[in-house]
């Protein structure tokens, strides 16, 4: 109705093409994939840390290397991308849930699929921690805001959705796409682009994503060390294609296993108050959202 509204008559294709496509993506999922994904709702966990891009397989090579790890399990996700995960997730049905969750979020498909109304608070990490010079939100920003927040509210649930080890690479030299605002073509190549174009060889790319992961998970190390939780789960919203039935990155509605499929690692946390982060939230009443959207686009060269 927006485009109506905007440009008449004319708007009116342009908003049965949306509608057509919405329909056509809601008939995928529920014929590909609805039948075998399971909403995180329906499972046990007190803290779900979601790491973007997160896969089976990455999980499985790191896993030695943190106790927290353990055994790698799978969950079905509803979304192989970020945008998709948040429409088949935070439901209807599930609203008396959303109610007592707490929920971090460095991920900005929270701009059109999340409404803060819903949580017992919604923390949208990308609004004020994003990092111009990394081209993404730091892990270290998302632990600390996470931490602050878990210490003030009294949630039956929490969320901490890191962005990593989606691209950007913050370790490795490769120039990956940046992360930002919904509907907006970052710079720098997406995965696919880097090894068809820019020559960088699957083990490269993989290494450098593993690598990625591993500095998350430094920092999710920080986190539980700093909450209480008795049960909690790193996992993922979606995972990541590395050329696997010729897909790469996480495509949405591309219902290949590898997107589909997700780790789940259970283990607990205990607050040991060792990290006291300082985080005073924006004042509300003097913030304007657009003007935070608009001050990232421009440091990318969109304004």
Not at 22 to 31: A, G, K, L, Q, T
Not at 164 to 193: M, S
Request: hydrophobic fraction near 35%.
């Amino acid at each position: 109705m927006e485009d109506i509204d905007e440009h008449g008559v004319r708007g009116l294709s342009k908003t049965l093409r949306s509608a057509g496509r919405y329909v056509s993506n809601e008939f995928r999922y529920r014929v590909s994939h609805a039948p075998e994904a399971t909403n995180v709702y329906d499972r046990e966990w007190d803290l779900l840390i979601l790491l973007d891009c997160a896969t089976v397989d990455m999980m499985e090579e790191v896993r030695d290397e943190y106790e927290f790890v353990g055994t790698v399990g799978e969950h079905i996700s509803p979304g192989t991308c970020s945008d998709e995960w948040m429409n088949h997730t935070f439901t209807g049905r599930y609203r008396n849930e959303m109610a007592r969750t707490l929920h971090v979020t460095a991920n900005t498909s929270s701009e059109r699929r999340l409404d803060a109304d819903r949580f017992l608070h919604l923390e949208e990490v990308w609004r004020d921690g994003w990092d111009a010079d990394l081209g993404t939100i730091p892990a270290r920003t998302v632990t600390d805001r996470a931490i602050s927040l878990t210490r003030e509210y009294d949630a039956d649930r929490t969320i901490v959705h890191y962005m990593q080890p989606h691209l950007p690479f913050v370790e490795a030299d490769i120039d990956g796409n940046v992360v930002t605002p919904v509907g907006v073509e970052g710079e720098g190549y997406t995965l696919g682009e880097l090894h068809d174009e820019c020559g960088y060889r699957r083990d490269e790319l993989w290494e450098a994503s593993v690598e990625n992961l591993r500095y998350v998970l430094d920092d999710v190390a920080v986190l539980l060390d700093n909450v209480d939780a008795d049960t909690v789960v790193v996992s993922s919203d979606h995972g990541q294609a590395f050329g696997e039935d010729g897909v790469w990155s996480h495509p949405c509605y591309t219902y290949v296993d590898v997107l589909k499929t997700v780790p789940w690692c259970v283990t607990s946390a205990s607050d040991t108050g060792t990290r006291r982060p300082s985080y005073e939230p924006a004042d509300e009443s003097e913030s304007d959202p657009q003007v935070d959207l608009d001050e990232k686009l421009a440091a990318l060269g969109y304004k």
